[in-house]
């Protein structure tokens, strides 16, 4: 062989490679229990006002404008399903709170922290966290909320709320966190 067919066989092999590593990744699904493509999980309820509130303790309604207010009243996380960015239908109404609450206050800035679960590849999940970060800011900048007060932030799976290894847990750590950075409160 000589040394320009050895050049050509790299070549295509280099060329195969980066072509493999930039092909879309299949959903991860049922990987613990070995049953792939395992039935769907619903993602967490929203708390409404017939559901019983919002999850976070004793932290009462907060003052007006404040963080815990924010966290309380409106909510400060949505979820997304299994390899989805996609803001479902069910997070609009949490998302109107959060522009409608974010208009009432005009001196605050927020980041949106994207998570994913645990399966997938760190540089995976990073990235899904980050895309879902963003079609969160997104949709709040397409309801009014200005730009400049939103930053975005991708955690991929590094930050979990929910420990364990079953869907319940995978559904609650594929979220978007709306974190308050300055102005409330």
């Not at 007060?149 to 979990?160: H, V």
Request: hydrophobic letters at 35%; a neutral charge.
């Amino acid at each position: 062989m000589t040394h320009s067919n050895m050049t050509r066989f790299a070549l295509v092999g280099l060329v195969a490679l980066s072509m493999a590593a930039c092909a879309p990744r299949r959903p991860v699904t049922g990987v613990a229990d070995g049953n792939i493509g395992g039935p769907a999980v619903d993602n967490p309820a929203y708390p409404g006002p017939s559901a019983g509130g919002i999850d976070g303790g004793n932290m009462g309604a907060g003052a007006p404008g404040s963080e815990q207010d924010f966290v309380v009243n409106v909510g400060d996380r949505i979820y997304f399903d299994l390899d989805s960015y996609q803001v479902s239908p069910e997070a609009y109404p949490r998302l109107d709170a959060q522009a409608q609450w974010l208009a009432r206050y005009p001196g605050i800035t927020v980041r949106i922290e994207g998570n994913a679960d645990e399966r997938g590849t760190r540089e995976y999940n990073l990235a899904l966290g980050a895309r879902r970060a963003e079609s969160i800011r997104n949709y709040l900048i397409g309801r009014g909320v200005s730009a400049g007060r939103i930053d975005t932030i991708s955690f991929g799976k590094e930050r979990p709320i929910a420990q364990g290894s079953n869907e319940d847990s995978w559904a609650r750590n594929r979220n978007g966190h709306t974190a308050i950075v300055s102005g409330a409160n």
